[in-house]
């Protein structure tokens, strides 16, 4: 464990703020070397041959860390406390994907290591997965609920609804009306999307009480791809911008694995779903993550016994892959 807690102590001091800058790229670049990856284009590392039919993916970017005065610890230092380790971006993701490094067999699996995760518009893993088309995918990322792995991931819309009256701001004392009767009527449209959330509400501000007519309001949808034309018909029928879209994915077919229990979609979305569903004959989500880590917030923080939990997880799934694979060849 010793060796390992030096690993994720030199991943978590990178400055891998996403997106990542040459220079930190280059200093992240040196780290991923050490651990056995080289670079294989457009910002991504791997580890194995691609050829393999067995890939695990894992990023090592991170969210910005946010107001510093509310971390407690050094947010680019590994620190243990009371049988917890603090660092940026510990849980999401770098200790899944130190793990999905230690448990693959550079003959057997192909780890890929995506730099641009968090940030928006970057589609380059996605393109690199489409391109080779992996038998089977191993996503080792996010948090785990009441299942141990799942079949797949979410779909996301992530954006802006613009609502316009098109009318002048007046006194509120006066007739006119204002946006308050869009907005009603966007959120009874949208609870036909059972995950719909409502994540911020602006309006122009004025230094006198005026009557708004104009409300942008932030929106975060997720869906399965049975929910998908609920959410395109709700796009479609509002003007809206969006911040990002990631497809659901799910595989062709789930793993099953003796003792572990195989959820449906995880909650959560992947940017590997940027360019569409991907074509993937079997694909899991392993994640190692807890709900209450702290992800994308100050303090963010995994316990001590999570790493063997998720390495035990991926192990066993990784174990009766490769026993699948021996009874076909």
């Known amino acids: 464990m010793t060796d390992y807690l030096d690993s ?36 991504l590392f791997g580890f194995g041959d691609p050829a393999v039919p067995v890939w695990l993916y894992g990023h090592v970017d991170t969210k910005p860390i946010g107001p510093r005065a509310d971390w407690k610890t050094e947010p680019l230092t590994l ?3 009371d049988g917890m380790l603090f660092g940026l971006g510990v849980s999401d993701s770098k200790f899944q994907l130190l793990n ?18 968090e940030t928006d518009g970057a589609p380059g893993a996605a393109a690199f997965v489409a391109r080779y088309r992996p ?95 609920t959410v395109d018909a709700l796009l479609a029928a509002w003007p809206h911008t969006l911040r990002q879209s990631m497809a659901a994915v799910a595989g062709a077919r789930t793993i099953s694995v003796p003792g572990l229990v195989t959820g449906g979609l995880a909650p959560f979305s992947n940017r590997l779903g940027q360019l ?9 989500v392993v994640p190692g993550a807890d709900p209450d880590n702290r992800n994308h917030q ?32």
Request: proline share 6%; glycine share 8%; aromatic share 4%.
């Open 100 to 117: 999905a490094l230690a448990m693959a067999h550079s003959g057997r699996h192909f780890v890929l290591v995506d730099t641009s995760e």
């Open 8 to 43: 994720l102590a030199r991943l978590v001091a990178l400055d891998t703020v996403s997106p990542i800058g040459d220079e930190p790229l280059e200093r992240c670049a040196s780290e991923l070397s050490r651990l056995g990856c080289r670079p294989i284009g457009d910002r």
């Open 276 to 284: 569409g569903p991907l074509k993937v004959d079997c694909l899991a």
């Open 79 to 81: 620190t243990e406390r």
């Open 135 to 229: 038998a089977t995918l191993l996503i080792c990322d996010g948090a785990r609920g009441e299942a141990d792995l799942y079949a797949g991931y979410s779909g996301q819309a992530d954006g802006f609804f613009h609502l316009r009256t098109r009318r002048p701001t007046h006194h509120p004392a006066r007739p006119g009306g204002d946006a308050s009767e869009l907005l009603r009527a966007l959120l009874t449209a949208a609870a036909d999307c059972p995950r719909f959330t409502l994540t911020g509400i602006c309006a122009p501000r004025t230094e006198r009480s005026l009557a708004v007519q104009e409300i942008d309001v932030r929106f975060d949808i997720r869906y399965g791809p049975d929910e998908e034309p």
């Open 298 to 329: 100050p303090n963010e923080f995994i316990r001590i016994d999570q790493v063997e939990r998720h390495q035990d997880v991926l192990r066993r799934v990784l174990d009766a892959l490769d026993t699948e694979g021996s009874r076909h060849e």
